[in-house]
């Protein structure tokens, strides 16, 4: 763990150091595994799932037909000319259909030529179609976006963007197959967000950044942050009495599964703030560590005081970036209160935003702290002894002092060799 092949001059850390570091993270480890284990979906709620009623199959549209769209009521609205007709679809077995084009409201457009998803009802009646135009297909698009992505990111990153790639990868894996399921099936959200967000955070974090002391102080860094965050928003939700349910998707979860959706805002707060503790907390604590490799005479408090100086100039930017996320996917909510006119204090007070402003205010705190926490446990790590003010040369005074070099010889030796008098002038001058 002392070797930092990720940053080459990095000295490597103290035995004690070492010691004292695996001595906390291998019980991390350890009862992060376990309860991985204990807590791992068993798959009763895709057993107990009933088959869906349609299919999805994938087609091409061979041909459109535009139709005069219907006349509406004045206070309906009119659907779009190009949504008014029908459209011949090759199905995926060769069947050729001719379907309706959707015209409700927010529609999409279809043309020829365009990939497209069908809804297939097998026992539908005589007389209904058994195909339904639902929406375009995307698969290859969206393949084509990853295979750039990661293109991108390996050509930029190398090695390291190969073992990012595998630890988003790893990421996925642990929310499709642990994080969601498991918050299905019943088990508590928060715990099952803290167990999750603890084994990607040692699993990705080590395998993107290598097994370094600057790492594992890091990994440190950042359970202590998701600590704090833990805490403070369990009682910024008690405080302001939000339980959650804001939307329709919270409202079925809680009627239809009996799902806790307080510990499910807990536990996607939670999972949220680990993707920006992982940035600071690296950050932080590699810039420690080359900050100590660059200056070895540097103790704790130079050390923290530089640190904290990169982390505050790195925290200014992210909180800007935090709230502006936020307020990009709240974007169409924001709108909605502005056509209604409604006062300020009204819509701040309503559960959907002010359960936004507690995220965001809650994961800011978060996100201060780990900066402090983390400057902290790498430089008490990476320093070695903290020196005075004024480090002066030691002083040798048994140590005999050479003799002055005589100024004429100094002189006729710092001649060159070309302008020294020859041994015949010599003779003439003493005669």
């Not at 763990?1 to 850390?13: C, D």
């Not at 999972?271 to 950050?283: F, P, R």
């Not at 100590?292 to 970036?321: D, E, K, M």
Request: glycine share 8%; proline share 8%; aromatic share 4%.
């Amino acid at each position: 763990m002392g070797a930092n092949h990720a940053h080459g001059t990095a000295a490597p850390a103290s035995r004690r150091a070492v010691v004292a570091t695996l001595a906390v993270l291998l019980p991390l480890a350890v009862a992060t595994l376990a309860a991985l284990v204990w807590l791992w979906p068993d798959g009763r709620t895709e057993a107990a799932q009933e088959p869906p009623a349609f299919q999805r199959v994938t087609g091409t549209i061979t041909a459109v037909t535009l139709e005069a769209c219907p006349e509406t009521p004045p206070e309906s609205p009119k659907p779009h000319p190009a949504t008014c007709g029908t459209a011949t679809v090759a199905v995926g077995d060769g069947e050729n259909v001719t379907l309706p084009l959707p015209s409700g409201p927010g529609s999409q457009r279809f043309a020829a030529g365009d990939e497209i998803v069908l809804l297939h009802h097998p026992e539908a009646e005589p007389g209904t179609p058994a195909y339904q135009i639902s929406d375009h297909d995307r698969a290859s698009t969206l393949w084509l976006f990853g295979a750039a992505f990661a293109l991108a990111v390996i050509a930029f990153g190398r090695w390291r963007g190969v073992t990012a790639l595998v630890g988003l990868a790893i990421t996925f894996v642990l929310l499709l197959t642990f994080v969601i399921p498991g918050i299905l099936e019943g088990r508590p959200p928060m715990l099952v967000a803290i167990v999750g967000a603890a084994a990607i955070m040692l699993t990705v974090l080590f395998l993107t950044h290598g097994f370094t002391q600057a790492t594992a102080m890091a990994v440190l860094g950042t359970l202590a942050s998701l600590t704090v965050t833990g805490v403070l928003s369990y009682a910024a939700l008690g405080v302001a009495r939000l339980n959650g349910i804001t939307d329709d998707s919270s409202f079925t979860l809680d009627m239809s599964l009996s799902i806790d959706t307080q510990g499910l805002l807990l536990a996607s707060i939670i999972i949220g703030a680990l993707g920006v503790l992982d940035d600071v907390t690296v950050t932080q604590s590699v810039t420690v560590a080359e900050l100590a490799a660059a200056n070895p005479t540097y103790g704790f408090r130079r050390l923290y005081r530089a640190g904290s100086r990169v982390g505050r100039a790195h925290i200014a930017s992210v909180i800007n970036t935090i709230i502006l996320a936020y307020a990009g996917a709240s974007l169409p909510l924001l709108l909605l209160f502005s056509i209604g006119e409604q006062p300020l204090g009204e819509v701040l007070t309503t559960p959907v935003i002010a359960q936004e402003i507690a995220r965001s205010v809650v994961g800011t705190l978060g996100l201060i702290s780990a900066v402090p926490i983390t400057t902290a446990l790498a430089a008490l790590v990476a320093a070695r002894r903290d020196p005075p003010e004024e480090p002066h040369a030691p002083h040798a005074p048994h140590a005999p002092a050479e003799p002055p070099m005589p100024a004429a010889r100094h002189r006729r030796s710092a001649q060159p060799s070309s302008t020294l008098p020859s041994t015949r002038s010599l003779r003439r001058a003493r005669s």
